[in-house]
């Protein structure tokens, strides 16, 4: 079976896909697999063979070495950020009827906009932070409309982006105007939400074999203001699994963890955070294609649950193999 396992992206995120997909190579089974190492990048897509890049042909998402048309089974995709998070890449796969593993394109879609997320999830009753909505160029909310509505400090934060980037916490209107200008600049598009002041976790959820599990719950303990991405990745913070909290709470967490992942019709690996506030676990945002470099949460959560990311990656092949295309019934 060849198995494409897809990293890169259009992003700033691209060097962190890199460094997960280096994982997944180093742990599908290869007595089971052909593995191929796909990079989609701005510069090109290729699939990297012994050292040597063969472009992809995006006709039908295959390349050529030595003559020969290498075609893929399946497709793990791993790539953070645009266009493999949120939901363009799933689309094109879709249309090719290449499986691939994760969600379908509809929730990539979905879960990377953080303001469709949190409007299908109050549906769901799944409490959340106060948020007002921004786009660039159309600003109806000044700072003292800001700080009327949801007080200080708050954060400001890009509507689609991964990787903690672009997001600061205000505490005064000199840094609300530069806030604006860091989201801005990736995204045109912005939240503002009211700060929860209470224990960060994060849990690791997946579809592992058709049910869905919890894999485990993460404390975070960020050594900067909030977990920004020099935290998530530069070793400023620390990550205690497991989290620091009763066993009731815990319980709490994972059946919040699971109606949201379910609530969403969520497949394929994930990362949730949540904010511990006045005893309720309020949602923060999702992760369809969570991190899995050394750095990362969810290798660390697969671990601390006793469970092997190859069984979890074969689960992964399985699942996405007897999906149908979303048009086929």
């Not at 939400?193 to 579809?207: K, Q």
Request: glycine share 6%; proline share 4%.
């Amino acid at each position: 079976m060849n198995v494409a396992v897809v990293m890169g992206g259009y992003s700033d995120e691209s060097v962190i896909s890199l460094k997960s997909g280096q994982l997944i190579l180093n742990h599908l089974d290869k007595s089971k697999y052909q593995i191929f190492e796909i990079h989609i990048l701005l510069e090109g897509w290729f699939a990297i063979v012994d050292g040597i890049k063969h472009p992809i042909n995006k006709a039908d998402f295959s390349f050529t070495n030595a003559n020969t048309i290498i075609n893929f089974d399946v497709i793990i995709n791993t790539v953070h950020g645009t266009p493999g998070e949120d939901g363009h890449l799933q689309a094109y796969w879709e249309l090719l009827e290449i499986p691939y593993a994760g969600c379908n394109y509809y929730q990539s879609s979905l879960t990377f906009n953080k303001r469709d997320t949190l409007s299908v999830l109050t549906k769901f009753n799944i409490p959340r932070a106060k948020s007002i909505y921004v786009s660039e160029g159309n600003i109806d909310f000044t700072y003292e409309n800001v700080v009327e509505e949801l007080n200080l400090p708050f954060f400001v934060k890009p509507n689609q982006s991964g990787s903690s980037l672009g997001i600061s916490k205000v505490n005064s209107k000199e840094e609300y105007e530069k806030a604006l200008v860091f989201a801005f600049a990736e995204d045109k598009d912005i939240l503002i939400e009211s700060f929860l002041d209470g224990m960060e976790i994060s849990v690791g959820v997946l579809n592992y074999k058709g049910e869905t599990k919890v894999l485990g719950l993460t404390e975070i303990v960020s050594h900067n203001d909030f977990f920004d991405y020099e935290a998530k990745y530069l070793g400023k913070s620390e990550e205690i699994t497991p989290a620091r909290i009763s066993v009731e709470m815990a319980t709490k967490v994972q059946n919040i963890a699971i109606k949201v992942y379910e609530s969403l019709r969520m497949t394929g690996f994930s990362r949730a955070e949540y904010i511990i506030m006045n005893n309720e676990p309020h949602f923060i945002e999702i992760n369809t294609n969570p991190g899995l470099s050394p750095q990362s949460i969810f290798p660390q959560q697969v671990t601390h649950a006793k469970m092997d990311m190859s069984d979890l990656l074969d689960s992964e092949i399985e699942l996405a193999l007897q999906r149908k295309p979303i048009w086929k019934k």
